[in-house]
């Protein structure tokens, strides 16, 4: 469902993503797990066509990003770490003006805001402004935009950022009922999240890949928080890193 090879991007001298491979299948939450500045959402935006790659391919849904954005952009959601929300806009006409940049049809609108409110949660806000909402329900916003036209691909960047404990729990339960018909990419810094919703764990770390694999396989023996401190140090030989 994702295909990612080689993937580069340079800014000058500076290398941000070097060489990045991996996959999500269909039906797959993946962990894509680094520290700050490891090339996280450098990544994650050339997969969703919002920044054009240096080297390397990007396949969604069997299409190009590069070659075909327009085919990838149908078949994906994302949602970034700070939703581009327009404050002075109420709920649903935000949601109605991002369903038809996603080409929503007028009979098709209605029944997908009303689908995506419920299911976010946010019936008890509809008529406030945007820029009036908490972070937790600003995030639950720019998740409902990300659902909208019901892609097959979800890109989830910090999306329990500002959520308290209750709602991170309703948030992590959402996402994986979403992963039962859609691959999902979450990045996060919170460990036990990926333990929580997770099928398959990539760490990246200086732009480059350094472990990939199934969670059950990284977890078996030791903590994820072990082989997420060894991979970000270096302790990884290659061969062991990415199955």
Do not use: W
Not at 6 to 27: H, M
Not at 171 to 176: G, P, Q, S, T, V
Not at 217 to 225: I, P
């Amino acid at each position: 469902m994702i295909e990612v090879s080689n993937l580069s991007k340079r800014y000058g001298e500076l290398a941000a993503v070097q060489d990045v491979s991996f996959t999500a299948a269909p039906g797959e939450i993946l962990g894509f797990l680094g520290p700050n500045g490891a090339g996280k959402t450098t990544t994650l935006r050339i997969i969703t066509g919002f920044l054009p790659a240096t080297s390397g391919t990007v396949r969604v849904c069997g299409y190009d990003v590069f070659e075909q954005s327009a085919e990838v952009r149908r078949r994906i959601g994302y949602l970034p770490e700070n939703p581009p929300l327009y404050n002075d806009m109420t709920v649903v006409p935000y949601l109605r003006f991002a369903g038809k940049i996603h080409g929503l049809g007028r009979g098709d609108l209605g029944p997908a805001i009303e689908r995506v409110v419920q299911n976010c949660g946010l019936s008890a806000v509809t008529g406030r402004l945007l820029g009036h909402l908490s972070k937790g329900f600003r995030q639950r916003v720019g998740l409902a935009q990300a659902l909208l036209h019901e892609p097959e691909v979800l890109i989830l960047d910090e999306p329990t950022n500002g959520l308290d404990p209750g709602q991170i729990r309703d948030m992590l339960a959402f996402i994986r009922s979403l992963g039962a018909k859609r691959t999902i990419v979450l990045s996060t810094h919170i460990l036990s999240q990926v333990l929580s919703a997770c099928h398959k764990v990539v760490i990246i770390n200086d732009g480059r890949v350094v472990v990939q694999a199934p969670l059950g396989d990284l977890t078996r023996d030791r903590s994820l928080e072990d082989v997420y401190t060894q991979a970000i140090s270096g302790g990884f030989a290659a061969a062991e890193a990415v199955s």
